[in-house]
């Protein structure tokens, strides 16, 4: 992955394009073991980076699968399969432990794997096998079955899964069959159990179990392919998987909020409305792209920076998106209601300005990201709700449709980032920073304020802006014991001002 850059082609191709991926030879080493990083070279390699690059927020971690393959065996019984697979999580949980414990605020995600395909591979080349870089392993193996080794690979992602849900700064997307999913078996298998079926139809996330990961998904040297590591095509789908399921909604800032759906859709200057998420123009008929956000559940009463996510889904004649994009904003709806009508075209908006179009429009199922100029920020309120008009001026013959708001994970997306809050005073200081200590905290956190201020109210939200504890009145102690385990956005009003922070509660 880092060889290929997978991670920051698919973050850009997700709207990203502002993230990117770190890794060297001392990190990326290939044939590493767990234990290896539990050593001197690797720890310190890994201390360095994360105390001297705070804007790290995650680290992507793919340990533990040469363990396996190095020291499992078809012969090996039940007590030692247990054994070894509890030997190489608790070898994980320490790199873990120590990645935290150098910066306990970044988010660890461990990939996981997907199945391998010796025995395929490998008899491919017959009867040349022996002279495979991967027949080795597999004989020190055993010559396992795909059945085999892909029960020990679930078995032990299983364990990793369980694990990251005790963890709120661990994650792992769970997808061994993810190859099958994506690929297919388009050519029948050319060993046991043989058959082939198609792209998309494997069920995620086990997939097939006694079937490899397709022989096509892995990577190609030319006279003969891994029977490990997948091929760049392959990492981008388990990347891709991982954006979706993980990056997407992981990157975003402080709050994101998804469209309305009910109050999305397209009208057109010849007065055509319709629900499908359109923007271009064809012929002389332009078409605007209307969202609607629920901006009334903001955690923040003050936006210093905002972002619309669209996917693409299809495109009709000519690609019309360039590097901007016309966007008009309204706190409140268009046309007095938030319904999408005729009307709604030529209403006045309470701003509008030309903001910068970033992320991709290649291919269905890429991202672009709307910067918003700092203009329209003043009319994202708490208050209100908020409608969004999108247009290309000038497009022509050429029709973009995005993804609406039936999926979750491919609705259109605000991305909120929350500026410093003073309003008790014009010249207050701002005290978001440092209010709460510890942070990450097991429940009880201190509330470091300046001096002289009272405590007014506090409110925890959780991160869909939903309030989850309130507390009025003075005192610079407050208990989040009685919440789950995750991430916290704490708000304190004061005399002097208020102030907002993320709060982990383990």
């Given at each position: 992955m880092g060889v290929d850059q997978t991670i920051n082609e698919v973050l850009a191709k997700w709207g990203h394009s502002g993230y990117r991926y770190y890794t060297n030879l001392t990190l990326a080493e290939n044939g590493a073991e767990t234990d290896d990083f539990l050593g001197m070279d690797k720890q310190a390699e890994i201390t360095d980076q994360l105390l001297n690059d705070p804007d790290i927020s995650v680290v992507h971690?793919?340990?533990?699968?040469?363990?396996?393959?190095?020291?499992?065996?078809?012969?090996?019984?039940?007590?030692?399969?247990?054994?070894?697979?509890?030997?190489?999580?608790?070898?994980?949980?320490?790199?873990?432990t120590f990645i935290l414990g150098v910066r306990p605020d970044v988010q660890v995600l461990w990939?996981?794997?997907?199945?391998?395909?010796?025995?395929?591979v490998i008899e491919d080349i017959a009867p040349l096998q022996t002279i495979h870089p991967f027949y080795g392993t597999w004989q020190d193996m055993g010559f396992p079955s795909f059945a085999q080794l892909n029960a020990i690979l679930n078995d032990f992602s299983g364990l990793m899964e369980a694990y990251a849900d005790t963890m709120d700064r661990v994650s792992f997307v769970n997808a061994t069959g993810l190859m099958q999913h994506t690929f297919g078996q388009a050519d029948p298998l050319g060993v046991a159990p043989g058959g082939s079926y198609p792209a998309l139809e494997a069920p995620l996330p086990l997939g097939y179990v006694d079937y490899p990961s397709?022989?096509?998904?892995?990577?190609?040297?030319g006279l003969t392919r891994d029977c490990f590591h997948l091929s760049a095509g392959g990492y981008r789908d388990m990347v891709d998987h991982h954006a979706r399921r993980f990056y997407h909604k992981y990157l975003m800032d402080d709050q994101y909020l998804l469209s309305s759906g009910t109050f999305d859709g397209t009208v057109t200057t010849a007065g055509t409305v319709s629900p499908a998420l359109q923007l271009g123009a064809m012929g002389t008929e332009q078409h605007g792209l209307v969202l609607t956000f629920p901006t009334s559940t903001m955690t923040g009463a003050l936006v210093g920076g905002a972002s619309i996510f669209l996917r693409r889904t299809a495109l009709t004649g000519n690609n019309p998106i360039?590097?901007?994009?016309?966007?008009?904003?309204?706190?409140?709806?268009?046309?007095g209601d938030f319904v999408v009508e005729a009307a709604d075209i030529t209403d006045v908006p309470d701003a509008s300005a030309t903001a910068c179009r970033f992320g991709s429009t290649a291919g269905n199922g890429h991202w672009i990201r709307i910067d918003l100029p700092a203009n329209l920020l003043p009319y994202v309120q708490q208050t209100e709700d908020t409608q969004f008009i999108l247009s290309v001026p000038g497009a022509a013959d050429g029709v973009v449709t995005f993804h609406d708001a039936s999926d979750p994970e491919f609705a259109p997306v605000l991305n909120l980032r929350f500026a410093d809050i003073v309003t008790d005073a014009d010249d207050a200081p701002s005290i978001r920073f440092g209010t709460a200590f510890p942070n990450p905290t097991t429940g009880?956190?201190?509330?470091?304020l300046p001096e002289g201020s009272t405590v007014l109210d506090v409110q925890v939200h959780d991160l869909t802006g939903r309030m989850v504890l309130q507390r009025t009145g003075d005192g610079r102690m407050l208990d989040l014991s009685g919440l789950p385990t995750g991430q916290y956005l704490l708000l304190v009003r004061t005399t002097t001002g208020r102030s907002m922070q993320r709060v982990v509660k383990w």
């Open positions: 971690l793919s340990i533990g699968g040469n363990d396996v393959l190095g020291d499992w065996n078809v012969g090996f019984t039940t007590a030692q399969t247990d054994s070894l697979k509890q030997a190489v999580f608790q070898r994980l949980h320490q790199v873990i990939s996981g794997y997907m199945y391998p395909n010796f025995e395929e397709p022989k096509s998904s892995m990577r190609n040297y360039g590097g901007t994009v016309e966007v008009k904003v309204k706190s409140g709806g268009f046309g009880p956190i201190d509330l470091a």
